[in-house]
């Protein structure tokens, strides 16, 4: 492998994780780092809804995703729903009905590969807040650059020089897919090297969660 | 036999079972075939009984549990209680010991209460009920005064599990010394106690928060030796000062604490606070120095 990337990585290689959970005073949060990417995502929940929110047969699942600087946009808007549907597809809802589970991801620092960083973050708040879940969802960004080649998890400098970039959101079990989105020019073949990479990618990420996890129940935390 | 730990499990986990007639408790759930965690914790085992052993702060009711709780109104023939969970548990006015249509509970907004949930369903508001199953108040009902903490629900379900074993030994040191402390251990993530002066609520407070990280066994300690040590040297010191502080420790996470001049309050609030992360030495050494403070 050469080392031809902006921070001497290899190309499949993610950047340093860190995990912190407990980081504010609520039911659950985590601070969640792709190297210089940090969400903090925070769940209030199960707690009331609102009578119009209420759903009588299972949980409200509300995101709400702040940008690091300035108001939310159409951007952000388009990361909620992705959060949301990907939360729903793993969060038994049923369990609360009449309630609310309020997801909040405020982002720290943008470095690029955001969205999957969000993911991530709002699963160890998940795990956290010890909301009942079928699954948890991992999630690794990736680009194609000009000359075919793939970058895991991208540096926002990186992103801005690709041809394509695409997020992909693995369960842990079965490590299938339970998001992607794409952007630019690829090929077919090209999608399905991302896809097999990011899922090599994933594993690792799964890796680090359960480490943190472990770490943090032997230490009491 | 004990519930023995087996290993640290993810949500998504599939857990292994091989005898046929199982009970599954909090944290697992059915699927098919298998059995999968819903939950990140410890995976517990007793012959054919699981569970997991995980934390959360949010409190899910359960029948049968005893909970600190707040009135937060009056509806009809209800009070409204808030319990920490989503929904406001429902407390009748005739759950009461000796409460009849004319003789009613006098209780109001604000006032906190220790009850028993005596119906929790996820589609219905819970109830509960301020009396024993035979009727008796059995130590529910009001709780006077004394001060609430909140805490997670692991450290409370430990404290309540470990409470005869703390009460007890606790009872006999602190009564040697003239030391009065109430405590009411909610499951629901909340603690209230009461003491006779505010100095061993702030003493008693600490030394719950500081526990919180600890295993049963250093649990047990802090809360039999750190304690009685605190309160020794901590009532000597401020007993001189002529400071005196009340304490309260709900085992829901809340702590009520009441000093005679408000500047103790804030000393004794940041105290706590601090404490909070604090290794047993560092928590011993502070109580210790926590006079010089006022």
Same mark, same amino acid.
């Given at each position: ?11 499949? &290689?993610?950047?340093?994780? @860190? ?17 210089? @990417? ?21 949980? /409200? ?14 951007? &952000? ?7 949301? @549907? /990907? ?5 038994? #809802? ?44 991992? #999630? ?15 540096? &926002? ?6 041809? @394509?970039?695409? /997020? ?33 990618? #994933?594993? &690792? ?17 | 036999?004990?519930? *023995? ?23 697992? !759930? $059915? ?24 934390? $959360? ?53 604000? %006032? ?10 996820? %589609?219905?508001?819970?109830?509960? $009920? ?17 001060? !609430? ?12 599990? +470990? ?59 802090? +809360?039999?030796? +750190? ?8 009532? =000597? =010191?401020?007993? $001189? ?41 560092? +928590?011993?050494? !502070?109580?210790?120095?926590?006079? *010089? =403070?006022?």
């Amino acid at each position: 492998m050469s080392l031809n990337r902006v921070d001497k990585r290899k190309f499949t &290689e993610i950047r340093p994780i @860190s995990i912190e959970q407990n980081y504010v005073n609520k039911d659950g949060s985590a601070l969640f780092k792709f190297g210089d @990417s940090a969400v903090l995502c925070s769940i209030n929940g199960p707690t009331e809804v609102k009578v119009r929110d209420e759903k009588l047969d299972k949980a /409200t699942i509300d995101v709400l995703f702040k940008p690091w600087i300035g108001s939310p946009g159409t951007n &952000e808007k388009t990361h909620e729903l992705v959060l949301r @549907s /990907t939360l729903e597809s793993i969060i038994q #809802a049923n369990l609360h009905p009449r309630t609310l589970i309020q997801v909040v991801c405020q982002v720290l620092m943008d470095d690029g590969s955001i969205l999957a960083t969000a993911i991530n973050a709002t699963t160890m708040a998940l795990i956290n807040a010890g909301i009942s879940m079928r699954d948890i969802a991992v #999630a690794v960004s990736c680009v194609i650059c000009k000359d075919g080649t793939i970058l895991i998890d991208p540096k &926002e400098q990186e992103i801005e020089e690709n041809q @394509s970039f695409h /997020t992909f959101a693995f369960n842990k079990v079965s490590l299938n897919l339970l998001f992607c989105e794409s952007f630019g020019v690829f090929t077919e073949k090209q999608y399905f090297d991302c896809y097999e990479l990011s899922k090599t990618a #994933a594993q &690792e990420v799964i890796n680090e969660i359960h480490n943190a996890i472990k770490y943090n129940i032997t230490n009491g935390r | 036999m004990e519930f *023995r730990s087996v290993r640290t499990v993810l949500p998504g986990d599939l857990v292994s079972v091989e005898a046929s007639d199982i009970i599954l408790g909090p944290g697992l !759930m $059915q699927n098919e075939e298998s059995i999968i965690c819903t939950k990140a914790g410890v995976l517990m085992k007793k012959e054919n009984s699981w569970f997991i052993d995980s934390d $959360q702060k949010r409190y899910i009711p359960a029948t049968g549990e005893n909970v600190v709780g707040r009135i937060i109104g009056k509806v009809g023939e209800v009070y409204r209680v808030d319990i920490g969970s989503a929904h406001q548990a429902l407390l009748p006015f005739l759950a009461f010991e000796n409460a009849t249509k004319k003789n009613r509970p006098a209780l109001n907004i604000g %006032d906190l209460v220790y009850a028993r949930i005596s119906l929790a369903n996820r %589609d219905i508001d819970p109830e509960i $009920q301020c009396t024993n199953l035979d009727n008796k108040a059995d130590g529910f009902g009001e709780l006077k005064k004394g001060f !609430m903490l909140k805490c997670s629900l692991r450290y409370c379900r430990r404290l309540f599990s +470990l409470k005869t074993q703390i009460m007890e030994s606790l009872d006999k040191k602190l009564t040697q010394k003239g030391i009065e402390i109430e405590v009411a251990i909610g499951l629901n993530g909340r603690i209230w106690f009461c003491t006779e002066k505010v100095k061993h609520a702030i003493v008693f407070y600490n030394a719950l928060k500081e526990a919180e990280t600890m295993s049963d066994a250093e649990l047990l300690e802090i +809360l039999f030796s +750190l304690k009685t040590q605190i309160m020794e040297s901590l009532d =000597k =010191k401020l007993t $001189q000062k002529g400071i005196e502080i009340e304490v309260a420790i709900g085992l829901n996470g809340r702590i009520w604490f009441c000093t005679e001049k408000v500047k103790h309050a804030i000393v004794f609030y940041n105290a706590l606070k601090e404490a909070e992360t604090m290794s047993d030495a560092e +928590l011993l050494e !502070m109580f210790k120095n926590l006079d *010089r =403070k006022f």
